[in-house]
């Protein structure tokens, strides 16, 4: 008589709570990176990548799995299998009722797609896994380009330190600041597609370019074009809307001030406002507040407030024995309330580097999430900067305002979508 293997499971980490009982067709809570190589991609080879690096990161290897007072990821035998790429972009992966893994690795022509579920990992996360995907499958397929040496690994954490709960190591039982309140933000409004389908557009461009327009403005790259996203969205803002501000939620790796190698999640979010109906609308007095913003939120002592606030609920008696359609209720209204405090998203994945030995056969990198509004995700490779745009409307106006304002600065840009509208 065989004996059955023990069950082995996992707590979700505090950040990844909020995303099941918030996932539907309409927001799938799926985020998607792109590794666009200069060579065609050689499907077997990037299949042989994948079960070497899915050893590395043993908690992707898991389903999703519902108890009675909380959600858990179950160990799951299955392997991810590479596909060519088959549905639109960050598509469903978690299904209620239906066991299966939590990422994907598709594939198109030169581009290498990982999708992931926003439960399973952030940004940082599901990219050491990108990057060590990409380790595996370079030193393969260009495996006599590598005879004397190898590169190193460059995402070498311990299986403990990739599964690591940031959130529960670095919570302190401090006295819990009072809850901000929420004030109703500019919410943009449009027709969506049928089937839910997302508009992604990629905007390709120089980081040198930027760079120089953003010191033109004395700022940051990043606070530069929140202040752009902002400008753009208030360029369509109807007269009566401009009672509310129109506020950014900006996602921030809690990694750059907390130690953290861990592959799930560990970000927090800020948001940035600026009322159009009380302040001027020129780019240069936008830019200052978002600055002054960007300083007073980014710092260890709010980020570690703002996360305390939300662990602590974990700690609470009360809470833990809340069976888990009520603590579901909860988080959906919760999550209502906080999106009516937001007009739009924007997060900067910033500077992707990889082994010096492998940018020969890297063309650029890129991101995006689903979306319940327009959202901007960004990153660089070398000189090339890729803004995306994500959004379910069907309007694309906002998308133009914005890349039309980098072109009057002078700004080349390669603008490519899946919709035929953007022109």
């Known amino acids: 008589m065989t004996r059955k293997k023990p069950v082995q499971w ?73 596909v060519e790429e088959y549905k639109p972009p960050c598509g469903s992966l978690y299904h209620p009722n239906r066991k299966n893994l939590l990422f994907e690795v598709t594939y198109y022509r030169k581009r290498i797609n990982l999708e992931m579920y926003h439960a399973l990992a952030d940004g940082t996360g599901a990219l050491g896994f990108l990057k060590t995907l990409l380790y595996f499958y370079i030193t393969m397929k260009y495996k006599e380009d590598f005879v004397e040496q190898l590169p190193n690994l460059d995402y070498d954490a311990s299986f403990a330190q990739k599964m690591d709960d940031s959130f529960r190591k670095h919570y302190t039982d401090e006295k819990i600041p009072k809850r901000v309140k929420v004030n109703r933000a500019y919410r943009i409004s449009g027709r969506r597609s049928i089937d839910n389908r997302l508009k992604v557009v990629e905007g390709v461009m120089s980081v040198k370019e930027i760079l120089a327009l953003s010191r033109r403005y004395n700022t940051t790259l990043t606070v530069y074009l929140t202040a752009l996203f902002m400008k753009a969205i208030y360029q369509e803002m109807p007269a009566r809307a401009k009672r ?33 109906g009380q302040k001027k609308d020129d780019l240069e007095s936008i830019i200052a507040e978002v600055k002054e913003a960007f300083a007073r939120e980014l710092t260890e002592e709010k980020l570690r407030k703002h996360m305390n606030r939300l662990v602590a609920l974990e700690h609470n008696a009360f809470t833990r024995i809340v069976p888990l359609f009520i603590k579901d209720w909860v988080l959906r209204f919760a999550n209502y309330i906080n999106d009516k405090g937001i007009t739009a998203t924007l997060s900067n994945v910033g500077k992707i580097l990889i082994a010096e030995e492998f940018i020969p056969y890297v063309n650029l990198f890129n991101c995006f999430n ?49 919709s035929r509208e953007v022109g």
């Not at 921030?252 to 907390?258: E, K, S, T």
């Not at 000189?383 to 133009?400: C, N, R, T, Y």
Request: with cysteine.
């Open 10 to 82: 996992t707590r979700l980490d505090n950040a990844a709570k909020i995303f099941p009982p918030n996932t539907n067709e309409q927001d799938t809570k799926v985020f998607r990176f792109v590794c666009e190589l200069k060579d065609e991609v050689d499907k077997e080879i990037l299949q042989k990548a994948l079960d070497k690096t899915i050893v590395l990161f043993p908690i992707y290897r898991s389903v999703l799995r519902k108890g009675v007072f909380w959600y858990y990821f179950e160990r799951t035998e299955m392997m991810p299998e590479v």
């Open 370 to 418: 689903s979306a319940r509004r327009p959202q901007i995700g960004m990153c660089s490779f070398g000189d090339k900067l890729v803004i995306s745009f994500a959004s379910p409307f069907d309007g694309m106006d906002i998308q133009k305002n914005f890349y039309r304002m980098l072109t009057e600065e002078g700004v080349e840009i390669t603008i490519s979508s899946n």
């Open 244 to 276: 509310y501000p129109v506020v950014l939620s900006v996602p921030v790796n809690l990694r750059a001030f907390f130690p953290s190698v861990t592959a799930r999640n560990f970000f927090s979010t800020i948001n940035v406002s600026y009322h159009f």
